[in-house]
């Protein structure tokens, strides 16, 4: 599985914007997707994850309300859409696929994955 993100950029502060990870292979459908982010000196946090099947939804606390994970399995796609963005919010974003099929959860750890994407960087300005 190869992943793509994309929908980046230089955003005002309280702005919005929405990501995509885009994945080839069949298999997408039935892995789990999460959404890190790795700022400047610093780890690669969980921001958001999905199930398979959409059915579950998890979020670090700092984004919870103000981002939302979907994915659409016929477009082999997932999204994140973050809303009222902040300064800290500033990093470079990475989607992950698990290739564990058909999980109930979602890993909040980086090394629970096994196919990332090339990065797309967020920058908030104050």
């Known amino acids: 599985v190869q992943l793509v993100e994309s929908g980046g950029g230089l955003v005002q502060a309280g702005g919005s914007l929405r990501l995509s990870c885009a994945a080839s292979?069949?298999?997408?459908?039935?892995?789990?997707i999460a959404w890190f982010r790795q700022a400047p000196g610093k780890e690669r946090d969980f921001v958001a994850g999905?199930?398979?099947?959409?059915?579950?939804?998890y979020y670090a606390d700092s984004v919870t309300v103000r981002f939302t994970v979907t994915r659409d399995n016929a477009k082999h796609t997932a999204y994140l859409q973050m809303n009222d963005l902040e300064p800290e919010d500033t990093a470079v974003y990475y989607c992950?696929?698990?290739?564990?099929?058909?999980?109930?959860?979602?890993?909040?750890?980086?090394?629970?994955?096994?196919?990332w994407g090339q990065g797309t960087p967020v920058t908030v300005s104050s």
């Open positions: 992950a696929a698990d290739r564990r099929e058909f999980r109930t959860v979602v890993s909040r750890t980086p090394n629970g994955y096994d196919y």
């Open positions: 292979g069949r298999a997408f459908s039935s892995y789990s």
């Open positions: 999905i199930t398979w099947d959409g059915g579950s939804t």
